[in-house]
């Protein structure tokens, strides 16, 4: 049961779990505060930790809202590692693409922004995702010694890829924010687990065989994370 709270200005949605054993407090992508309790903690108990953060919590609020995109003129997105303005005309299309750092996007009525806008992102960014995974997968397959796997491209926002057990890859469609030097550690990162299905100091030997830079591209993509919150 989710209920909602304001303490300090700070507005807050408060849900009671269970399963916790503890208070956690998170700012959504939005910039939003959520709190997920036991059932026996008091709310003032609540409201005291999240005073005792305030200055943390709003820091990361504006951080966050300043992130969040609106999908309209000037909002701005990562792709292919670059900063790409959106541009959006209205009485044509439905269309998308990109050129010289814009986004382009034409939709038929003004009505239907900003959902169709985020409509057309979310599949440019999967098809143009499908497509260069497509493209470095068997490079990357044949030096690491494997067959081609298959894969899909997925909505997740909390991995950029994963190996199941079987060998099929998954790869998330924020991956078209990725410059193709992240986008190549990632693919080779998956490729590693079917030889090593695990993180032992064998698969990460692999991957600097392959990819001597691959730790400070690994780095890398913490940062990108923060700012391709598409979904």
Aim: charged letters at 25%; hydrophobic letters at 40%.
């Amino acid at each position: 049961m989710k209920t909602a709270g304001k303490v300090a200005q700070i507005p807050y949605t408060l849900t009671r779990r269970r399963t916790n054993k503890n208070i956690v407090v998170r700012v959504n992508d939005h910039g939003c505060v959520e709190v997920s309790a036991p059932p026996s903690v008091p709310k003032t108990m609540i409201e005291d930790l999240l005073l005792a953060n305030e200055t943390k919590l709003r820091t990361t609020m504006a951080e966050k809202s300043a992130r969040h995109h609106t999908f309209c003129d000037g909002d701005r997105f990562l792709y292919e590692g670059r900063s790409v303005s959106l541009m959006v005309n209205v009485g044509s299309g439905p269309w998308i693409g990109e050129e010289d750092g814009i986004l382009r996007v034409s939709i038929l009525e003004a009505e239907s922004q900003p959902q169709m806008v985020e409509a057309l992102v979310l599949w440019h960014y999967r098809k143009r995702t499908r497509e260069r995974i497509k493209a470095l997968l068997p490079l990357w397959a044949m030096r690491v010694g494997v067959v081609t796997p298959p894969f899909s491209v997925t909505a997740s926002r909390k991995r950029w890829a994963s190996c199941s057990s079987s060998g099929k890859l998954n790869f998330s469609l924020r991956c078209q924010a990725l410059s193709d030097e992240q986008l190549s550690y990632l693919v080779l990162h998956e490729l590693a687990h079917m030889v090593h299905f695990d993180h032992s100091p064998a698969f990460h030997a692999l991957l600097r065989a392959h990819m001597p830079s691959y730790r400070s591209v690994e780095a890398s993509l913490g940062a990108v994370q923060r700012e391709s919150q598409l979904i």
